[in-house]
């Protein structure tokens, strides 16, 4: 019995610095152009500045919340944006390319988590 209790306790001790490991793993770290660190994003969805001080929150349905919780508004499954009104704001394509509400073309994001504005200089990126 002493061995069966030892075996789970060294894997639970091991599963949960797996698990721990991965959610540092799956935080999202956004840079400026210069490459100076902006803030992250946790594998919760919540937002922080550079200096660690929370900005808001995605859930899992696309909406966003400011930092005292308020509505912002949210994307939908096909990339669209909406205001917390409901009034569409713009797009995402599947190629990374933002859209404003009139349809006109304003940036992209590609494969390597690189933003570019509509002029195709560099902004800044996540990883």
Same mark, same amino acid.
């Given at each position: 019995?002493?061995?069966?209790?030892?075996?789970?306790?060294?894997?639970?001790?091991?599963?949960?610095?797996?698990?721990?490991?991965?959610?540092?793993?799956?935080?999202?770290?956004?840079? &400026?152009? *210069? +490459?100076? /660190?902006? !803030?992250?994003? @946790?594998?919760?969805? #919540?937002?922080?500045? =550079?200096?660690? %001080? $929370?900005?808001?929150?995605?859930?899992?349905?696309?909406?966003?919340?400011?930092?005292?919780?308020?509505?912002?508004?949210?994307?939908?499954?096909?990339?669209?944006?909406? &205001?917390? *009104? +409901?009034? /569409?704001? !713009?797009?995402? @394509?599947?190629?990374? #390319?933002?859209?404003? =509400?009139?349809? %006109? $073309?304003?940036?992209?994001?590609?494969?390597?988590?690189?933003?570019?504005?509509?002029?195709?200089?560099?902004?800044?990126?996540?990883?």
């Amino acid at each position: 019995m002493r061995l069966r209790s030892l075996i789970v306790a060294v894997l639970s001790a091991f599963l949960g610095l797996m698990a721990a490991a991965n959610a540092f793993a799956a935080d999202k770290r956004f840079y &400026d152009s *210069q +490459g100076r /660190y902006q !803030g992250r994003q @946790d594998a919760s969805g #919540r937002y922080y500045d =550079s200096q660690g %001080r $929370y900005q808001g929150k995605v859930d899992a349905n696309g909406r966003y919340y400011d930092s005292r919780g308020r509505y912002q508004g949210r994307q939908d499954g096909n990339g669209r944006y909406y &205001d917390s *009104q +409901g009034r /569409y704001q !713009g797009k995402q @394509d599947v190629r990374g #390319r933002y859209y404003d =509400s009139q349809g %006109r $073309y304003q940036g992209r994001r590609d494969a390597n988590g690189r933003y570019y504005d509509s002029q195709g200089r560099y902004q800044g990126r996540d990883k």
